[in-house]
């Protein structure tokens, strides 16, 4: 198994730019979270799916940021527009059921925003 | 609101000795605790989990320990090795919002030294 598959690894766009970053979960994993990290706010958790659906969309910052599950091996989290305070990594997870298994994390994407 | 506090400084440890990692945790009351490694540029990766009525876990070199009166986990890796130099993040689990939720606390970094 590949593990959780994040794309791009780095991404560089000019405030205001839309930013799309992608992530495959593990087969047969049917939990996917997005989390940002920051030196100042650690791991954050953005948005967690469960069976392609979002069950809880509370972290997500603001309107500017939104998720997307088409199907069960594919995610997008995508800003529009971005601003220089959305610079961080950006890591997706996967799953079995919940947390009890322990996540699966990506490689992350670190999103710099100039 | 919950709150989770892991030494923010480094710890520097001998090779060969036993390194402990605490994490204190308020406002909360966890059905369950997990252990993440961090290497620089990557995903964390699982390491173990306890639950509330386990004392006590080992994995190999790894121990935790949970402590619900304390509010408190200690992670101790014996016979420490400068391969074990990563940052180690603990991770609250619980019912909160209708699913087990998990929130991570920012971390230690150990530093084993030859």
């Known amino acids: 198994d590949a593990g959780v598959i994040q794309s791009p690894r780095h991404e560089v766009t000019e405030m205001g730019q839309e930013v799309t970053l992608r992530c495959k979960p593990i087969s047969g994993h049917n939990s996917l979270f997005w989390y940002r990290q920051t030196m100042m706010r650690g791991l954050e958790l953005l948005i967690y799916f469960n069976n392609n659906v979002p069950i809880d969309d509370s972290g997500m910052p603001e309107d500017r940021f939104s998720a997307k599950m088409p199907n069960a091996s594919f995610s997008t989290l995508k800003i529009q527009p971005s601003e220089p305070r959305d610079s961080a990594v950006y890591f997706c997870a996967s799953s079995q059921e919940d947390s009890h298994y322990g996540y699966t994390f990506g490689s992350g994407t670190r999103l710099t925003v100039v | 609101s919950q709150k989770i506090e892991q030494n923010s400084e480094a710890l520097n440890i001998q090779e060969g000795k036993t390194a402990t990692l605490t994490c204190n945790y308020t406002n909360y009351s966890p059905a369950y605790l997990q252990w993440y490694r961090q290497d620089p540029g990557r995903g964390p990766v699982f390491l173990l989990l306890?639950?509330?009525?386990?004392k006590e876990k080992r994995k190999e070199r790894l121990k935790v320990t949970f402590d619900t009166t304390l509010k408190q986990s200690l992670f101790h890796i014996t016979a420490s090795q400068p391969a074990d130099s990563a940052t180690y993040l603990c991770?609250?689990?619980?019912?909160?919002?209708?699913?087990?939720?998990?929130?991570f606390g920012a971390g230690t970094r150990l530093a084993v030294h030859p």
């Open positions: 306890i639950r509330e009525n386990e």
């Open positions: 991770a609250l689990g619980g019912q909160s919002g209708g699913y087990n939720k998990l929130i």
